[in-house]
C-alpha cells in the first residue's frame, strides 16, 4: 500500500486553476449593469425634457394612470342637422361616439348628455357642406366638439390657437381632458 499512497501524493500537487475566467465574467457583469444605468438615465432624461413646456416650465402629469386602463366608449345618438347653406336644402347626418378615460367619465356626460347634444346641434348647424366636407373641417368639427363637451362639464380646454390668433402668450398646458377623441360612426352630407 505504501506505493498507492505515493503515487496519490504525486498527483495532488496539480496546476492551480486560473481565475481569469472568474475576472471577466465579473467584468462584463458589471459592464452590462452600468450601460444598463446609463440607458435609464438617458431615456429618464428625455422623457423629463419631452414634457417640458414651451416656455420651459415643467408639465407635471397628475394622472400617470390614466394610461394603463384602456378607455370607454359612449355611443351618441345618431344627429340630422340642417347646415348653414344658402337655401337651407342640405344637411348632415352624423353618428358621434365619444372616446373616455374611464367608466366614471363616461357615467359623468351621460348626466349632461342634453345640454351636450344641445350645444352640438347648434355648433354643427353653423357650419357649411363645404367646411364639413373637407378632412380639415371634420378634425376641426371632432376638436370643437370636444371642447363643447369640456365646457359643459366644467373641464378646462386648452386652446392654444385661440391664443395665438389673439397675439397672447401660449398658456401651460391645461391638465389631461377626460374626453380624449371623438370618432365619427357616420358621416352623410345631403
Given amino acids: 500500500m505504501p506505493a498507492a499512497t505515493a503515487t496519490a501524493d504525486a498527483q495532488a500537487p496539480a496546476k492551480p486553476k486560473s481565475k481569469k475566467l472568474l475576472f471577466i465574467l465579473i467584468g462584463v457583469v458589471v459592464l452590462a449593469l452600468a450601460a444598463a444605468g446609463g440607458a435609464f438615465f438617458l431615456l429618464k432624461k428625455n422623457a423629463a425634457e419631452a414634457e417640458e413646456d414651451m416656455d420651459g416650465t415643467e408639465v407635471v402629469e397628475e394622472h400617470s394612470d390614466a394610461k394603463s386602463t384602456p378607455p370607454t366608449y359612449l355611443p351618441m345618438d345618431n344627429m340630422v342637422v340642417n347646415l348653414a347653406d344658402p337655401g337651407g336644402a342640405r344637411f348632415v347626418q352624423l353618428g358621434i361616439t365619444l372616446q373616455l378615460q374611464d367608466d366614471k367619465t363616461s357615467e359623468e356626460v351621460k348626466v349632461y348628455l342634453p345640454s351636450i347634444r344641445s350645444s352640438l346641434l347648434v355648433l354643427i348647424s353653423q357650419l357649411t ?53 371623438v370618432l365619427f360612426s357616420s358621416f352623410i352630407v345631403q
Avoid: H
Wanted: charged share 30%.
Fill in 129 to 181: 357642406a363645404d367646411e364639413i366636407l373637407q378632412v380639415t373641417g371634420k378634425e376641426k368639427l371632432a376638436k370643437d366638439i370636444i371642447a363643447v363637451i369640456s365646457r359643459q362639464m366644467g373641464y378646462p380646454v386648452d386652446a392654444p390657437e385661440a391664443d395665438a390668433a389673439q397675439g397672447k402668450k401660449p398658456r401651460r398646458k391645461a391638465p389631461p381632458n377626460p374626453v380624449q377623441a
